[in-house]
């Protein structure tokens, strides 16, 4: 295999916590700001971050992507063919599957009648079972 040849056009991003960047294509990062209406190439701005929100802002560490395609539009999930009966991951008693497909919930209708907010409350989704003390719900 043949070594790489040495260039001094690199130029190397090096520094922890430091806030760097690099673009594929010269003008592709936007300048003085980074979420602007039009972004260069026709590019969708997203920010990313792994940070607790009640991690004060100081501490914030977030990335800035500019990417060809929104990640909200992806492909329709389609299952595995299993392929080996022997390898399971699913061991609950119900043996039920999730779908990983993004999903989006109509508003919910506002009631006629003053409402407080117990009786406002209802249930989204849940897991498990209440009386087995094991699962969770999750109420808005």
């Known amino acids: 295999m043949e070594e790489p040849k040495a260039s001094g056009d690199f130029q190397y991003l090096s520094g922890f916590g430091n806030h760097l960047s690099s673009e594929a294509l010269v003008g592709a990062l936007p300048a003085d700001q980074n979420s602007p ?6 590019l969708y701005a997203e920010q990313i971050s792994g940070t ?5 802002r100081s501490h914030n560490l977030f ?3 500019y990417r060809i395609k929104p990640s909200v539009t992806h492909e329709p999930f389609k299952a595995r063919v299993r392929s080996n009966e022997r390898l399971l991951s699913e061991f609950s008693q119900s043996n039920s599957t999730t779908n990983p497909t993004q999903l989006r919930w109509k508003p ?9 907010f117990i009786d406002g409350l209802f249930t ?5 079972s209440s009386f087995m ?8």
Not at 133 to 140: E, L, N, S, V
């Open 124 to 128: 989204v989704c849940g897991s498990g």
């Open 37 to 42: 209406l039009i972004c260069p190439y026709g």
């Open 63 to 65: 990335s800035w992507f």
């Open 108 to 116: 919910v209708e506002i009631p006629d009648s003053p409402t407080d």
């Open 52 to 56: 607790s929100f009640t991690t004060p």
């Open 133 to 140: 003390r094991h699962g969770y719900a999750i109420h808005m």
